[in-house]
């Protein structure tokens, strides 16, 4: 009654090959079975990341990293700025 029957879904099927084609319609299947493939893929190794974490955690700490010291620049005059200023107009 308000269903969808096999021959609708065959003209639909006929219209979009149409309109994208063969080879646009192939490269986007091929892009969504990969991209599903690597959200698989990713939720598999956060579950396996998430035990190892549980695991191994004996500290408290939020990130894993070291802090590198700040460069200090070294002050420039304010005369040597204006002249380096007008040597480049």
């Known amino acids: 009654m308000g269903g969808i029957s096999i021959t609708q879904l065959l003209i639909i099927a006929v219209i979009v090959v149409l309109l994208f084609g063969t080879?646009?319609?192939r490269t986007l299947g091929s892009?969504?079975?990969?991209?599903?493939k690597g959200f698989k893929k990713a939720m598999g190794d956060e579950e396996t990341t998430t035990k190892v974490h549980k695991e191994s955690d004996t500290t408290?700490?939020?990130?894993?990293?070291?802090?590198?010291?700040l460069e200090v620049k070294p002050e420039v005059k304010a005369e040597e700025t204006k002249s380096q200023n007008k040597e480049q107009v």
Not at 31 to 36: A, H, N, T
């Open 60 to 69: 408290n700490a939020d990130a894993d990293f070291t802090a590198k010291p």
């Open 31 to 36: 892009d969504l079975g990969s991209s599903i």
């Open 23 to 25: 080879k646009k319609l």
